[in-house]
């Protein structure tokens, strides 16, 4: 029996990345810690209140504990598990958010999470994501898949976009979003760059449709599509279908501008949706223009009780207050006064700031980034072309829930509810975040294996 378990621990510890390890324990660490700042009380034994089960805190020291027991049984596993049950997995992943909508539970109005008694509910498309990673690096790592070919980006594009379908008819478009970073594995594994080139402009012309005057936009697009024609003299009488394709993209522009985005504001998102995403470029958003503020007179009373932006210039405050090196451990007013609407989840980066300001701000956002450093070089060092999608993977949602919700709380992007990894209070965020890193782990634990 001993020699089990000492042959184990051996399976467990060989080649196995520990300084990632590391890096995942002080996070989780300084998670909990946050969550504490959020909800201590004075007068409160700390021992027996980490203990009770009934604060935050206390139950994100549980998922830890569950995080951790089902991170050592990830790291005994055999890799080839990982890519025999990939696409077996994305199946019962898609049913699982497929039975939200018979199943689910409405929590803060979407309808994305299941009951599983006891006070804990399990969110589908966090688990989505690793589901997702697996069976993107199954479907690529095939002899067969020639991602030159269009056929195949496609199939890739609908293998990581149906969960965001699914997440945006849940009303969980923060989630949605999340799927889209998968294009940035795909470029790595030969996805033209000119896809991305258009997605990107896309983005900044969407920009610039809530900035500028919309006939200025317009005729600053005319300027440029003439400019173009003008300077493109040589190359067209070489090209004869390169006006055509100037002056389609012209108009592809324009009608985005002028047609598509109001649509999109105005039918498509909610009114407080529309008006945080007009309120981060310092614009105010007409609720009257907007299908369902005037289907739902709800909307309206929460407006007038509460302005839209009111979460951010909370978390604003919080941040700013804490200065250079902060106001200290469990000394933030604003943390301590609850400000700040969903400090524990969404918001939790705020109490980090206040209680140690900028330096401890940086010194935090150091450890992520050395954290995804350190998963590109593994993701390099792969044999496989598996184990090198799913770690990149890895890399690129990480990087977009870090860099979505820190830019969130301090008013660079819309509230969109994007979990801090490893920080923010959850346990279907923290037990999905430690699925996903710790099958890495066990993956580049066999990097010299050839897995497909």
């Known amino acids: 029996m001993a020699d089990t378990i000492r042959r184990n621990d051996k399976k467990m510890a060989q080649g196995v990345d520990w300084v990632i390890v590391w890096l995942y324990a002080l996070l989780v660490g300084v998670g909990i810690m946050c969550i504490f700042m ?17 604060t935050n805190y206390s139950k994100q020291l549980m998922f830890t504990s569950i995080s951790v027991v089902l991170a050592m049984f990830i ?12 696409n077996l997995l994305y199946a019962f992943g898609i049913l699982l958010m497929l039975a939200t909508f018979v199943l689910g539970k409405n929590i803060n109005g979407s309808r994305s999470w299941i009951s599983l008694g006891g006070g ?48 945006i008819l849940q009303n969980e478009t923060g989630l949605a979003l999340v799927y889209f970073s998968f294009f940035v594995v795909m470029y790595r594994e030969g996805l033209p760059p000119g896809l991305l080139v258009i997605g990107f402009s896309f983005g900044v012309l969407v920009i610039a449709t809530l900035i500028v005057e919309p006939n200025i936009l317009a005729v600053i697009l005319t300027l440029i599509a003439g400019a173009t024609i ?35 504001f105005d039918n498509v998102f909610q009114c407080y949706q529309s008006t945080r995403i007009f309120s981060m470029v310092g614009k105010d958003y007409d609720c009257s223009q907007n299908k369902s503020a005037q289907k739902r007179i709800v909307d309206k009373e929460k407006a007038a009780k509460k302005p839209d ?56 956002l150091g450890v992520y980034l050395f954290l995804l450093i350190r998963i590109i070089n593994t993701a390099e060092k792969q044999r ?44 279907s965020s923290l037990l999905g975040f430690t699925i996903l890193l710790f099958i890495l782990l066990r993956l580049d634990a066999d990097r010299n294996m050839v897995l497909r």
């Open 309 to 364: 932006d009111y979460n951010v210039r909370q978390s604003k405050i919080a941040i700013g207050s804490g200065g250079l090196i902060g106001r200290g451990f469990l000394k933030g007013t604003q943390t301590r006064g609850k400000y700040v609407p969903e400090q524990h989840t969404d918001f939790i980066f705020t109490s980090l700031g206040e209680a140690f300001g900028l330096a401890g701000c940086v010194a935090f």
């Open 384 to 427: 496989s072309v598996f184990s090198r999608v799913y770690a990149y993977s890895v890399a690129c949602i990480l990087f977009f829930h870090i860099t979505v919700n820190v830019c969130m709380t301090i008013g660079l992007f819309p509230i969109i509810g994007i979990t801090l990894p490893f920080i923010s209070y959850g346990g």
């Open 120 to 167: 804990f509910n399990l969110q589908p498309a966090e688990l989505c994501k690793i589901f997702t990673s697996l069976a993107l690096a199954k479907y690529l790592s095939r002899q067969e898949t020639d991602f030159s070919k269009l056929q195949s980006q496609i199939i890739g594009a609908i293998i990581a976009l149906s969960p965001a379908v699914l997440s």
């Open 38 to 54: 959020v909800e201590y009380k004075p007068g409160v034994n700390i021992a027996s209140s980490f203990l009770s089960g009934k």
């Open 230 to 264: 003008y300077f493109t003299k040589k190359a067209r009488k070489r090209n004869k279908n390169l006006l055509v394709t100037i002056i389609t993209v012209w108009v592809v522009c324009v009608g985005v501008q002028r047609f598509a985005v109001p649509y999109l």
């Open 75 to 86: 790291l005994l596993a055999d890799s080839k598990l990982f890519t025999a049950f990939a």
